[in-house]
């Protein structure tokens, strides 16, 4: 079985700043993948970064970044010089034999 | 590539009515699945297709449901004797096996089922 945590309920940020949105998984396969994707209010989800688990580079699109942890299960996705249009509720996936998700995150960036 | 599209976008159904959904994938892909997702969860794994095939069903998926695929392009997903517990938004994804980015899916903008 799979399971995906994200402990951060909600979190907010000013526009132009920094943030970190938390995320740990279990799996049982040997070779998965891992996933941050972005629901924004009334829109369709959206893939924003992807991670292969057996690449110990951590992948990187523009301004989204992740620290992937391997030993710790640990899957945190950073976005920097944060715009308004990343207001969203975030959600991190992992693929193993299926994709798991886990309960979100409500970003909201503040002008 | 115009992306996964679903229809109805919005469902409002009467207990006890059954209700049909669309799914048309992105063209070129070979897997669909379909997803629930409640207010404020993540969405949960329902079934999935390669091409025509239902390969996997999660315990989810009730006797009350059914999902084709018949000629492995789009897909229904039929709600049977709908109760308020239905009430949810419904995903398709979409994803291309063999190409090393079957993990990759491509999501529609989902049906919202409202069960009065």
């Known amino acids: 079985a799979q399971t995906v945590t994200q402990s951060q309920p909600e979190m907010s940020v000013q526009e132009a700043e920094t943030v970190t949105l938390s995320c740990t998984y279990d799996t049982s396969e040997n070779n998965y993948y891992l996933f941050w994707y972005k629901q924004p209010p009334s829109r369709q989800m959206i893939l924003v970064i992807r991670?292969?688990?057996?690449?110990?580079q951590n992948a990187t699109e523009n301004r989204f970044s992740v620290n992937f942890q391997k030993a710790a299960k640990s899957f945190s996705l950073k976005i920097s010089d944060s715009q308004l249009g990343d207001t969203a509720m975030y959600f991190c996936?992992?693929?193993?034999?299926?994709?798991?998700f886990g309960e979100g995150t409500q970003l909201t960036v503040n002008p | 590539d115009t992306g996964v599209s679903q229809d109805p976008r919005h469902k409002i159904t009467k207990r006890g009515q059954n209700v049909t959904f669309r799914c048309d994938p992105i063209s070129e892909h070979n897997r669909l699945y379909w997803y629930r997702q409640t207010l404020g969860q993540g969405p949960e794994f329902l079934t999935y297709?390669?091409?025509?095939?239902?390969?996997?069903k999660s315990r989810l998926l009730s006797d009350r449901f059914s999902a084709e695929r018949p000629k492995g392009s789009f897909s229904t997903l039929e709600i049977q004797r709908t109760e308020q517990g239905d009430s949810a938004m419904y995903l398709c994804a979409s994803s291309l096996v063999g190409r090393g980015r079957s993990y990759e899916q491509y999501f529609g903008p989902g049906t919202r089922l409202t069960v009065t």
């Open positions: 996936a992992c693929w193993g034999s299926r994709l798991t």
């Open positions: 297709f390669q091409n025509e095939a239902q390969l996997e």
């Open positions: 991670q292969e688990a057996y690449k110990q």
